[in-house]
């Protein structure tokens, strides 16, 4: 079984895409629905949750927390606060991966363009077809149903092996790129999987994957017909032979955690090297030098989670030990960020120390030179980041960044001793001009520091000591607090 049991299936959002190519949308004015948009945002995000009687049944949840209903006559509305028999729907996916929506009451389909959308046909037209857009982050690790293991890159064998009990470092997480309609999973090295097991460098025919829902689980379809799996003792996946999607078929997208690496004031990284007691005292960065960072939703406080699934925690006399298999007070440390170094104060109130032979004890009342950690990101080396209104991509025609955009571009991560340079096109680097924009033409690298603040989402502060923030689709980096527009999944 995983170890990684804190990990839950990402919730299924995404996008609806019509014949014409137009996203079905929940208007908040009257609740309205209508399929005019021409990209994925806020309003075309919809959210699946199967009933828990029938596992055939949805409902769509709109971004309003409203649902899609239709009565028998076949007109459609989303006002509904809680499901009720109108909400009910079935899906039919067809063999090019496009769904029809059929309300199970009525058993009438649901389609139609722009404001005059209906749910009465009787049988299945180009107009009663809805393309699937995923509106989840795109970077995410893959846990096998069957295997109940997780994929993560082997680039010894050159394939995407399926055998880790637990999704650890840069090698388990895998970026989904939409494309034309169809899913490539690229990974960490920046390459495609082909549906023989290979990676290409290349995105073509045979690296694009029609997504299909079954039992709330995600299957993979390609330009065959047959779906990704496990194959063999590793689990390489690959096509199969199944032209219908089993339990070996089936894949949760879980959410990728951080996971980071820490030094301390004596120039070496804390590590579990020596089992129980936590230490700074390695000269290497290793599975035992990496830990996941998982935000706690309600305190904010952070846990670090060692690969063997065990927490730091609070001992007697200030001790940390890796000993907690369970969240409590005594695993939880709040983090003061201070730039490129931070630090942690521990349920007892006192801040973290390094001992001059490199244990780590929470025995300090205040921050000095001892009580200060490097803290470097190492799962992130493809940065895409999301705000409250889309993704941040390249201006077309200028030097700026926009932050409310429905496809994102993909940006290169370096650290650089506690701090951050962000690498985008042609090999240039972020930095924040005169007038508080984010410009992404520059020729030296300026420092960025991220601060991960809330569960999922982290905030970005440029050498002025601002954040970066979204304002009227723009990047601005004049943020002086992080707020709801300064906040970043990535």
């Known amino acids: 079984m995983p170890t990684n049991s804190t990990n839950c299936p990402l919730k299924l959002q995404f996008g609806l895409i019509n014949h014409e190519s137009r996203y079905l949308t929940a208007e908040a004015f009257g609740f309205k629905v209508n399929a005019s948009a021409p990209s994925l945002k806020r309003k075309q995000v919809w959210t699946l949750e199967q009933d828990s009687q029938d596992p055939q ?113 840069v090698a388990a997480l895998l970026t989904l790129v939409y494309l034309d309609g169809k899913y490539r999973l690229k990974t960490c090295d920046s390459r495609y999987l082909s549906n023989d097991g290979k990676l290409s460098a290349e995105s073509g025919r045979g690296t694009g994957y029609t997504l299909e829902l079954k039992c709330g689980k995600l299957a993979f379809k390609d330009c065959e017909g047959k779906y990704l799996s496990p194959m063999g003792p590793t689990g390489t996946l690959r096509s199969g032979r199944c032209s219908k999607p089993g339990k070996d078929e089936l894949f949760d997208l879980e959410e990728s955690h951080p996971q980071v690496v820490l030094m301390a004031a004596n120039g070496k990284y804390v590590s579990i090297r020596q089992r129980v007691s936590i230490s700074a005292n390695q000269e290497d960065e290793t599975d035992l030098e990496t830990f996941q960072m998982e935000i706690d939703k309600e305190s904010r406080k952070c846990l670090f989670r060692t690969n063997e699934g065990k927490y730091w925690a609070l001992v007697a006399h200030g001790g940390i030990q890796t000993t907690a298999t369970e969240r409590s007070a005594n695993t939880m440390f709040a983090v003061e960020w201070m730039g490129r170094r931070v630090a942690l104060r521990a349920s007892n109130g006192k801040y973290i120390c390094t001992k001059k032979n490199g244990q780590l004890a929470a025995v300090s009342d205040s921050v000095g030179e ?121």
């Open 57 to 169: 049944v949805v409902y769509l949840r709109s971004h309003l927390g409203r649902y899609l209903a239709s009565d028998k006559d076949g007109k459609v509305t989303c006002e509904a606060e809680g499901r009720n028999t109108d909400c009910r729907f079935l899906i039919a996916a067809q063999s090019d991966g496009r769904w029809a929506l059929q309300s199970e009451p009525y058993l009438r389909l649901f389609g139609g363009s722009r404001d005059y959308l209906t749910c009465f046909a009787q049988v299945i037209t180009e107009a009663e077809l809805w393309a699937v857009h995923l509106a989840l982050h795109p970077q995410a690790n893959l846990l096998s149903v069957a295997r109940k293991r997780y994929a993560h890159l082997s680039p010894e064998d050159g394939e995407i092996a399926v055998d880790r009990n637990i999704p650890w470092g």
């Open 370 to 490: 001892d009580e200060k950690l490097v803290l470097k990101l190492i799962n992130r080396p493809m940065l895409i980041l999301r705000g409250l209104n889309g993704f941040i991509c390249h201006h077309k025609n200028s030097n700026t960044l926009d932050a409310n955009r429905s496809v994102y571009d993909i940006f290169t991560l370096h650290f650089s001793d506690g701090a951050y340079h962000i690498k985008g096109e042609g090999g240039r680097f972020w930095y924040v001009n005169s007038s508080g924009l984010v410009c992404s033409d520059g020729e030296t690298p300026d420092d960025f520091s991220f601060e991960f603040l809330e569960h999922g989402r982290i905030a970005i502060r440029g050498k002025n000591g601002r954040y970066l923030r979204g304002q009227g689709g723009m990047l601005k980096g004049d943020g002086v607090t992080p707020d709801s527009s300064a906040l970043w999944e990535y």
